[in-house]
Nanobody, 128 residues
Framework: QVQLVESGGGSVQAGGSLRLSCAAP????????MGWFRQAPGKEREGVAT???????SYADSVKGRFTISKDNAKVTLYLQMNSLKPEDTAMYYC??????????????????????WGKGTLVTISS
């Protein structure tokens, strides 16, 4: 069982930045695709960014150029650096992981169906 614990959410004004973290104690990334997903009120959960064990990345079009996903294998921590935040980025952000052969992600939006482990989420609120 993979336990994922998110942190780093908060409230910032549009144009600001936040960095989300996802700790996965006692776990290694070698066989998993990992990613960040978000769900805004009244909307379906959507993929934001994913990263494979080979560090290949995939981003939703809405965040390309503004968000960066990364991981620290030594600390077993996943990050999402979010810059130039917009009010439409307001959502609950979830860290997720799913087993994939060789840890390779399919790429968004397909990665969503591979996610089997989910954190409880961290809330991001962007004011205009």
């Amino acid at each position: 069982q993979v336990q994922l614990v998110e942190s780093g959410g908060g409230s910032v004004q549009a144009g600001g930045s936040l960095r989300l973290s996802c700790a996965a104690p006692g776990y290694t990334y070698s066989s998993y695709c990992m990613g960040w997903f978000r769900q805004a009120p009244g909307k379906e959960r959507e993929g934001v960014a994913t990263i494979g064990s080979d560090s290949s990345t995939s981003y939703a079009d809405s965040v390309k150029g503004r968000f960066t996903i990364s991981k620290d294998n030594a600390k077993v921590t996943l990050y999402l650096q979010m810059n130039s935040l917009k009010p439409e980025d307001t959502a609950m952000y979830y860290c997720a992981a799913g087993y994939r052969p060789y840890g390779r992600c399919r790429g968004l939006p397909g990665d969503y169906r591979d996610m089997t482990y989910w954190g409880k989420g961290t809330l991001v609120t962007i004011s205009s």
